[in-house]
């Protein structure tokens, strides 16, 4: 896959879980030249995201961007 959308995709999980599917998405990432958007009403932890963006109504607002 090129690009990956996930939408409350680790929602029903509990933490460590969560943590072994976006070290799994991570890795897959990595190695190819890939994108995947996460959508989700609580943070991934930061060392898996290279930007966090939050929409509010009709707003686009960069919050952190990683430098890995």
Do not use: R, V, W
Not at 38 to 46: A, G, L, N, V
Request: net charge negative; with cysteine.
């Amino acid at each position: 896959a090129k690009f990956i959308i996930m939408d409350e995709a680790t929602s029903a999980m509990d933490t460590l879980n969560k943590c072994i599917m976006y070290d799994l998405l991570k890795e897959y990432l990595s190695s190819l030249p890939n994108y995947m958007l996460i959508f989700t009403d609580h943070s991934p932890p930061d060392s898996y995201a290279n930007q966090i963006l939050t929409i509010s109504g009709q707003h686009l607002t960069n919050i952190a961007t990683s430098l890995e």
